[in-house]
Structures are given as C-alpha cells and as structure tokens.
C-alpha cells in the first residue's frame, strides 16, 4: 500500500520552498496549496522555484480551488466565474507541476437531484474540454462534501467521475458529517475501480444538519480511516484539520 500523508496549506510564497523541505524531512510527501480565496502564486519565478522544490523534495502537489464555486447556480454569470476560477487554478496546476485541482462543485440551489447533477455536469464537460484544449495535463476532482444541502454525496461524485471521466477527491470527514457514518462498502463500489485516490481527512465537528467544522485528528480518528481504505491502491490523504502538519505525521507514524 502506497500512502502519501500531507497538510493543507503551502504557507505564503516567501515560506514555500523551506515549508517543503520541512515536510520532506517529517517524511510527509503530498501538499495541497490553499488556493481556497484565490491564486496567490503567480511570479514565474516563485511557480518554477516551487515546482522545482517539490520535485526534488518527492512531494506531490495538489490544488484546492477557492470556496466561491457553484456550478450549478441559477446566475448564469456565476457559473462563468466560477469555471474561471477553475481553469485558473489548472492552469497555475499545469506550471506548478500540481496533478489535480480540487473543488466543491456547487449547491442543489432549490432544484431536485437529478438537475442539479446535469447542470454540473454539463459545466465539468466545458471545463474538460478548455483543459484538453490547453493541452493541459492536470486532473479536476469534485470533492465530497459535507452537508446534505450541498452536491456532493458518494454518488452524486462517483457518478461524475464515471460519466465525465474527470477525477474526484473522496472526503472521509465529510462523508461521515454528512451520513454519520463511513460506510466502505459503499466508497469501495463506488470508487474502487480506480488505482488512485486523492483523499481528505481530518477530525470533525457535526451536527443533524452535516458538516460544522474540522478539528485535531485523533489517534482514534485516523484509526478509522487507516484500518478500511484498500491496501492495493496509490492514495494520498490530505489533512485539513487546524494542526495539518502535525496530524499528517501522526498518521503517517500509524501505517
């Protein structure tokens, strides 16, 4: 089994390359950079130097789009914004040497399931075409999300990834703040098809309605996970908890 433990959140720029190297030494070999209220990354010179960092260090990069995503709104303006906002992100992808951009792909918005699903998908299909147009090699992944009132369930992500070919980002803390449980049964037919997973995780807060926010991972917490992902596959897990460095080493420590 192949497990690449890391933090989300790269730091500013000035911070990057020595924040890698301090990942590398912890043993952690993935990063997903925090363009969550926008692409701060944007000298060449600071892209190429951070590229080269990560190469050298083995660390695998990601991408985490900002938050301000909703492909299926009932704006049509905020859709085309919020398809920029991903294709920046790619594009910065691209240069960074990052192999996938991960993103909420939107809100049900009032609309049954079954629309909001086309309407999302009909954007992704836009978006994939725009990337394979740039001869771009970098992967979308609609992530799992944590509150029922938001796209984003086991099947609602699983199905996209089949119909549209785009990759997915399987969230475990959102998975169970959304159904209060994790049921590997169903995310193992659901994705386990595929070689390789990019994942989230974290310790998290949550109520009746999902999702209220994340915490320190326990030793418990990753237990959970670490006891029940598949032993056969290449899976990076990205920590997302207020301690993200720390709790991507306790995990780390667990395999």
Not at 136 to 160: C, H, M, Q, Y
Not at 177 to 190: F, H, L, M, Q, T
Not at 196 to 217: A, F, L, M, N, R
């Amino acid at each position: 089994m192949i497990i690449r433990f890391g933090p989300a959140g790269l730091g500013p720029v000035k911070d990057a390359i020595e924040n890698l190297r301090i990942y590398s030494k912890l043993g952690l070999k993935a990063c997903e950079i925090a363009f969550t209220y926008g692409v701060y990354i944007k000298n060449k010179e600071d892209v190429d130097a951070i590229r080269n960092a990560a190469k050298h260090f083995g660390i695998r990069l990601s991408i985490h789009a900002p938050y301000w995503i909703n492909l299926n709104s009932k704006e049509k303006i905020k859709i085309e914004q919020s398809k920029k906002r991903i294709l920046d992100c790619c594009e910065t992808a691209e240069y960074l040497g990052a192999e996938i951009v991960v993103f909420h792909a939107g809100y049900y918005s009032d609309m049954d399931k079954e629309e909001s699903y086309q309407n999302i998908k009909r954007e992704i299909l836009e978006i994939l075409h725009e990337i394979k147009k740039n001869k771009w090699k970098v992967k979308i992944a609609p992530e799992t999300t944590g509150k029922n009132s938001v796209f984003g369930s086991i099947e609602d992500i699983a199905r996209l990834a089949e119909e549209t070919k785009c990759s997915f980002c399987i969230d475990f803390a959102h998975i169970l703040a959304r159904e209060k449980e994790i049921n590997w049964e169903r995310i193992n037919e659901s994705f386990g098809k595929y070689d390789k997973w990019h994942c989230h995780y974290s310790g998290i807060e949550y109520g009746d309605k999902g999702e209220k926010h994340h915490k320190i991972t326990t030793k418990e917490d990753w237990k959970r996970v670490l006891d029940n992902i598949p032993k056969h596959k290449d899976i990076t897990i990205i920590n997302e908890s207020p301690s993200p460095v720390e709790d991507s080493v306790l995990g780390l420590r667990l395999v």
